[in-house]
């Protein structure tokens, strides 16, 4: 089992940012990768970012290309989102999640992770 426990979510304005953080434990040597994803109200849960554990290769959602920065101090067993430039519209919970699919191709999708965090609220106002 790995656990995993969001923390620095908040309201900021519209251009502000904020970065949000991701601690695991438990059996973490058994993910390959941690992401992020998103879910607003009435919307499905959508993609924003990925990065594995080794290596550190990094995915992004073409929406936050250029304005989220995710990373990782594997010495903390930490996954980190950095937020600029945010946008109303990346209004949302945050979730973080680890998987155990070694292909990149799978990380996309939500389905494909084994473990997943409470949320964190992340609100834009205009």
């Known amino acids: 089992q790995v656990q995993l426990v969001e923390s620095g979510g908040g309201l900021v304005q519209a251009g502000g940012s904020l970065r949000l953080s991701c601690a695991a434990s438990g059996r973490t040597f058994s993910s390959y990768a941690m992401g992020w994803f998103r879910q607003a109200p009435g919307k499905e849960r959508e993609f924003v970012a990925a990065?594995?554990?080794?290596?550190?290769?990094?995915y992004y959602a073409d929406s936050v290309k250029g304005r989220f920065t995710i990373s990782r101090d594997n010495a903390k067993n930490t996954v980190y989102l950095q937020m600029n430039s945010l946008k109303p519209e990346d209004t949302a919970v945050y979730y973080c999640?680890?998987?155990?699919?070694?292909?990149?191709?799978?990380?996309?999708?939500?389905?494909?992770?084994?473990?997943w965090g409470q949320g964190t609220q992340v609100t834009v106002s205009s």
């Open positions: 999640a680890a998987t155990e699919a070694y292909y990149s191709g799978s990380y996309y999708t939500s389905s494909r992770y084994d473990y």
């Open positions: 990065i594995r554990w080794s290596g550190g290769s990094t």
